[in-house]
């Protein structure tokens, strides 16, 4: 059985309520995870039911890679799935990331192929975990070199799951090669 508390923003506490997310997101392989950790089934808050709190462990020389948001175009949407009897979150996020370049080329043509866990923090530092083990993401790209007045030329890309929960990562995201 639920147990809620007050749904009232923090209003005078000083918390910002902007949108969007920050610069950085985080990206790896579900293939490169040797460990996938999940929030803990019976915890003592019942806050913490959907919050990871331990990190994925990656397997040897592998790590979650950073992946650059532009700051007016990224963004993070959670709709609801299915009817009254069922349930979950279709999720997409936004990515821009501006420029062309080799690295970029590979990035674009490998990453369709692939499926991933995405760590988007927002803006107040909320790390939302967009994918599962068994329900990863994808990440799509367009690619685009606008018009002379536009936005510059570069890769606009959609990260997508669909999953039975909205999870927080509350850990630290790995960022060196697992040894």
Same mark, same amino acid.
């Given at each position: 059985?639920?147990?809620?508390?007050?749904? +009232?923003?923090?209003?005078?506490?000083? @918390?910002?309520?902007?949108?969007?997310?920050?610069? *950085?997101?985080? *990206?790896? %392989?579900?293939?490169?995870?040797?460990?996938?950790? +999940?929030?803990?089934?019976?915890?003592?808050?019942?806050?913490?039911? #959907?919050?990871?709190?331990?990190?994925?462990?990656? $397997? !040897?020389? $592998? $790590? =979650? %890679? @950073? *992946?650059?948001?532009?700051?007016?175009?990224?963004?993070?949407?959670?709709?609801?799935?299915?009817?009254?009897?069922?349930?979950?979150?279709?999720? !997409?996020?936004? /990515?821009?990331?501006?420029?062309?370049? $080799?690295? &970029? !080329?590979?990035?674009?043509?490998?990453?369709? =192929?692939?499926?991933?866990?995405?760590?988007?923090?927002?803006?107040?530092?909320?790390?939302?975990?967009?994918? !599962?083990?068994?329900?990863?993401?994808?990440?799509?790209?367009?690619? %685009?070199? &606008?018009? /002379?007045?536009?936005?510059?030329?570069?890769?606009?890309?959609?990260?997508?799951?669909?999953?039975?929960?909205? #999870? *927080? #990562?509350?850990?630290?995201?790995?960022?060196?090669?697992?040894?």
């Amino acid at each position: 059985m639920a147990t809620y508390g007050d749904f +009232v923003p923090d209003w005078g506490t000083g @918390k910002s309520m902007m949108g969007g997310l920050q610069e *950085i997101a985080y *990206i790896c %392989s579900v293939a490169d995870i040797a460990t996938f950790k +999940v929030p803990a089934t019976n915890p003592t808050n019942p806050e913490d039911k #959907y919050a990871i709190v331990e990190p994925h462990v990656c $397997k !040897t020389g $592998k $790590k =979650f %890679s @950073k *992946i650059y948001v532009s700051k007016e175009k990224g963004s993070l949407e959670y709709k609801h799935l299915g009817n009254l009897d069922g349930g979950g979150w279709e999720i !997409t996020a936004q /990515v821009f990331i501006p420029g062309d370049s $080799k690295k &970029q !080329t590979y990035m674009a043509n490998e990453t369709q =192929f692939d499926r991933f866990i995405a760590l988007l923090p927002d803006k107040e530092g909320i790390i939302n975990q967009v994918g !599962t083990e068994t329900n990863p993401a994808v990440l799509q790209v367009d690619y %685009s070199t &606008q018009v /002379v007045t536009g936005d510059g030329k570069g890769y606009m890309g959609k990260i997508v799951s669909y999953q039975p929960w909205k #999870y *927080i #990562y509350d850990a630290a995201v790995p960022l060196t090669p697992a040894t």
